[in-house]
């Protein structure tokens, strides 16, 4: 007995090292770099690049893959799509320009406005690319000035014979596309003036967007259906250390629309987002659920300055659609925004396609904590009259408001060390049942 309990431990040790991690091994070697200029582009703005980078992309793929380098200039491209084991860094002073041509971008299965459908690519592609990595500190530039002109001229001819029209209708290319990618890392690289959305991730895992400067105008021409990031179907995504000022939303969850969206395999949920140390200069909200999304769980924002007139946390609660949104904590922001919370229904393309279905919004557990803002109005609550909402808390909040009632419907929503305008704020007083509210509209 005394042997056994003597070679006990030992039996222990070994079994344990049976399922150890593996140490990590000796760091790989960098991947190889492949400039452009060497494969035949050059910084003529005039000429298109497109074949000459697409060809340094797939000569990386031949040979095992590698980092395509953008070195200083200005080089203009339409729609280049990287393989697998390939990667993008844009050199001090490097540009890669969009092609303001839609010829220049093919059309292509894709995914856009939460449905499945052939749509044009976007200036950067990646598909199925794991360890994909957008490296500056260069810059990826739509070129979106004739698409924007394009989109309002439609519109506004639209409303001349009294007719809408859709994001879609007037055909833009987006900045960055990348699905279904783990482990993706855009780092330190400016991303601007997009023609339709700048960064859209759809099916990734695994997502770090770090340092980077993403931008659109408001002025002179407004830069339409620009949002900064659109996280559609994915988990584990961290935006930090940015700047966002876009002509539309910050951060979007997206993630299918319409009353049948939560049953088609296109379609998922958003999991476990995390939004820190951004500084939003003008944009639409600075964090969004919807206008397309059925599920959204476990998103963060924390740490975060906000410098314009909208929502800090939108939810876009579409009567067409099923939505839950859900464990939504918002902390430690300061500045100026418009609301600190807007909750009202979205309407825009609204379509039942014919279905019996009744769709109603879910929302729960939602934390707005250690937040001091000045404000045009607290918040708005206020969402379809099917929509079911509980459990928003309301803690450690200063608020300066222009207008110091708000319109809240939903019993559920409790303050502790909250005031407005120097008063202290309660539920019983905050609660205006059945107060009408202007629903937030697009541009």
């Known amino acids: 007995m005394k042997v056994l309990l003597a070679l006990l431990p030992l039996g222990l040790t070994a079994f344990s090292l049976a399922f150890r991690a593996e140490p990590p091994s000796a760091k790989a070697a960098a991947p190889k770099d492949y400039v452009i200029t060497q494969f035949g582009a050059g910084t003529d703005s005039t000429k298109l690049n497109t074949e000459a980078i697409q060809r340094t992309i797939d000569q990386a793929t031949a040979n095992g893959g590698g980092t395509v380098v953008i070195p200083k200039g200005v080089f ?36 856009m406005e939460g449905q499945k459908l ?22 990826i530039d739509g070129n979106g000035l004739r698409f924007w002109k394009g ?13 809408s029209s859709t994001n879609l209708e007037v055909h ?83 993630g299918g629309k319409g009353p049948n969206a939560h049953k088609l ?33 476990r998103i963060t924002m924390r740490n975060c300055k906000v410098e314009n007139d909208r929502p800090l946390l939108l939810f876009k609660m579409r009567p067409d659609t099923y939505q839950v949104y859900e464990n939504i904590t918002v902390e430690n922001v300061t500045g100026r925004c418009g609301t600190i919370v807007t909750l009202s229904p979205w309407t825009q393309f609204y ?21 001091k803002v000045q404000c045009k109005q607290f918040a708005v609550l206020d969402g379809n009259p099917t929509d079911k909402v509980t459990n928003i808390n309301f803690k450690n909040v200063v608020a300066t408001a222009e207008k110091v009632a708000f319109p809240n419907k939903y019993p559920d929503v409790k303050f502790e060390k909250v005031t407005l305008n120097g008063a202290p704020l309660k539920a019983s007083k905050a609660v205006r049942e059945g107060a009408e509210v202007n629903p937030l509209r697009p541009d």
């Open 172 to 254: 833009r290319p987006r900045l960055l596309f990348i699905w279904g990618c783990n482990n993706v890392t855009i780092e330190k690289v400016k991303l601007h003036n997009a023609g339709f959305w700048t960064t859209h991730l759809y099916q990734c895992n695994n997502v770090l967007i770090d340092g980077c400067d993403i931008r659109s105008p408001f002025r002179p021409v407004k830069a339409p259906s620009t949002d900064a990031v659109d996280i559609d179907v994915c988990k584990k995504v961290t935006v930090r250390n940015c700047y966002i000022s876009v002509n539309d939303d910050g951060i979007v969850m997206k």
């Open 76 to 111: 203009l491209s339409g729609a280049l799509f990287f393989k697998p084991n390939t990667q993008l860094r844009l050199q001090e002073g490097a540009k890669l320009k969009g092609s303001d041509n839609i010829a220049d971008y093919p059309l292509v299965p894709s995914r």
């Open 118 to 139: 052939d749509y044009y690519a976007a200036l950067v592609n990646a598909y199925q690319v794991n360890n994909f990595r957008v490296t500056g500190p260069g810059t």
């Open 265 to 297: 395999p296109e379609n998922g949920p958003i999991e476990d987002v995390l939004v820190e140390n951004c500084t939003f200069g003008e944009v639409h909200a600075a964090m969004t659920c919807g206008s397309e999304c059925i599920h959204a769980n």
């Open 351 to 371: 379509n039942m396609a014919g279905s019996t279905e009744k769709p109603f919004g879910t929302i729960r557990n939602i934390t707005v904590s250690n937040v």
């Open 151 to 163: 989109f309002w001229a439609h519109r506004d001819s639209m409303q001349k014979i009294g007719k």
